[in-house]
């Protein structure tokens, strides 16, 4: 190829990157530095259990931080996961310990509403079964209800509670029903969840069984209005990880793979 013909090339696919739609750069992003491959993680900390999803977010040219935005071009990116994946991980706006009216700590909240894990020597945790759900009041007697103003409440039930040692767990003055021990308000949750998923979508990338990835996927932009409905109908549901040593609530809000592939618009 001669000089101008050089030129020309080089020009012609210039205009085509920048006329190419947000959708499909980050497909070409996929095609070019991910798909085919194997996450590497051997230089990474083999502690941490997001290392995979931090070689895909380099792979794709998304910057590690903290911010609620979308993570590329106004599509918020998801990992390949075994059977879940996570809308994102939002604390309640207010937790019953932090009420100067009841005067008791996290670990005392722990004690009162968790379970210890004689996996981990007994470590208290908000996680697993205490875990409140929709529709249905555990054994633990905690729910999560929906208010006529789409807050979301976690409530604790004393007649429902089956635990045996309730009397000598629970003090009197929290021996009551319909006592909520965590408040999700609307306002905060849609900020959150519009921000990151109802701009342009979202999109995830999936492996094959041998590992290795081998599409992407992508899926409509979700108002809090639909989320909500998830919510409701228990598709979405709380995924709490809150233990004793770690003041990290991990209120994660999660959804089978199963319920995310109903939500699936393309494939490439």
């Known amino acids: 190829m001669n000089e101008a013909a050089e030129k020309i090339d080089f020009f012609t696919h210039r205009i085509g990157a920048l006329d190419m739609g947000d959708k499909e750069k980050i497909i070409a992003l996929f095609n070019k530095n ?26 794709m040219g998304v910057k590690a931080n903290a911010s609620n ?23 309640a706006d207010s937790y019953i310990y932090k009420d100067k009216d009841y005067n008791f700590t996290r670990d005392n909240f722990l004690a009162f509403f968790g379970q210890p894990n004689k996996k981990k020597g007994g470590r208290l945790s908000w996680s697993g079964k205490p875990a409140p759900v929709i529709k249905k009041i555990n054994q633990f007697g905690q729910i999560l209800l929906i208010d006529q103003n789409s807050n979301i409440l976690a409530q604790y039930n004393f007649s429902k509670d089956q635990r045996k040692e309730k009397f000598s767990i629970i003090p009197a003055n929290l021996q009551i029903d319909n006592l909520t021990i965590a408040l999700w308000k609307k306002e905060s949750l849609k900020k959150k969840l519009e921000k990151k998923f109802n701009q342009k979508g979202w999109f995830k990338c999936i492996k094959n069984k041998e590992g290795l990835y081998e599409s992407i996927v992508f899926g409509d932009p979700i108002s809090f209005e639909t989320w909500i409905k998830f919510v409701k109908s228990g598709d979405v549901f709380f995924d709490s990880g809150m233990y004793q040593g770690n003041k990290r609530p991990y209120s994660q809000w999660r959804a089978n793979n199963s319920f995310w592939d109903k939500l699936i618009t393309s494939r490439y």
């Open 69 to 91: 935005s979308p993570d590329l071009y106004g599509y918020e990116m998801k990992n390949h996961t075994g059977s879940k994946t996570t809308f994102g991980d939002w604390s």
């Open 34 to 59: 991910v798909k085919g491959k194997r996450a590497d993680t051997s230089r990474m900390n083999v502690d941490h259990d997001g290392k995979g999803g931090h070689w895909l977010e380099r792979m």
